[in-house]
Each structure stands twice: as C-alpha cells, then as structure tokens.
Nanobody, 130 residues
C-alpha cells in the first residue's frame, strides 16, 4: 500500500484546509485509515480515523467539531480526506495519513487510534497556522 498526502499549507488562524491522501496498491488489505500529526518536539498523535466496513469514525477531542474525515473508495483506489475548519496555531504540525486493520480490544474489534497499530504511512504534509 502506498500513501501520498497533499493539501497542506500555511493559513491564518480561523482558516480552513483540506488534506487528501491517495492510497494505491493492495488497499483492500486495510479496512481502517486515519490521520496523525506530529509537531516538533512532540509525539505523534492521532487526529481522526475511519473504519471502512461500517463507516464509524473517531476524532481526537482537540479536533472534534472542527475536523471531518471522509473517503472515496472504489476497486482501484482509495482517497482519504481531512477537512479542517477553524484552524488554530496548535494545529500546526506535519500531518500523516496511515492505514491499518481493526485491532482487538480484549472484548471486541475496533478502530485503531495509536501509531503503533498502523502499518502503512505516507510521507506527510505540513500544516502551519499563524
């Protein structure tokens, strides 16, 4: 699976950006995708995730109500989006797209939201909010 992000840039606080992630290769092998971000000197953190099987989503508390994850999927290609509104300076980071399968939480299968649960990664796209 190859993942390529695009759409990053520099915006003023309160502005919007839409990130895209093109996934190619054996995309059928992954039923979950998501966005992570990493600011300088900080750990990589989960932002938003989607499970293709049922459409369930997960958002970090810091982005709820401002970011929305969506996807287009067909037999040949999957494109993942992250629509970001009301951007804040603390949203400044490198944003990464990632793909994985569901993980076992002890009593159920669920949407993974930790970096170590994700197998495939893109190269990242920078978002800077001033």
């Amino acid at each position: 699976v190859q993942l390529v992000e695009s759409g990053g840039g520099s915006v003023r606080a309160g502005g919007s950006l839409r990130l895209s992630c093109g996934a190619s290769g054996h995309t059928y092998s992954s039923n979950c995708m998501g966005w992570f971000r990493q600011a300088p000197g900080k750990e990589r953190e989960g932002v938003a995730f989607v499970y293709f099987g049922g459409g369930s989503t997960y958002y970090a508390d810091s982005v709820k109500g401002r970011f929305m994850i969506s996807q287009d999927r067909d037999d040949r290609k999957t494109t993942l989006y992250l629509q970001m509104h009301d951007l804040k300076p603390e949203d400044t980071a490198m944003y990464y797209c990632a793909a994985a399968n569901e993980v076992w939480y002890g009593d159920h299968w669920g949407l993974p939201n930790r970096p170590q649960d994700y197998t495939y990664w893109g190269q990242g796209t920078q978002v800077t909010v001033s």
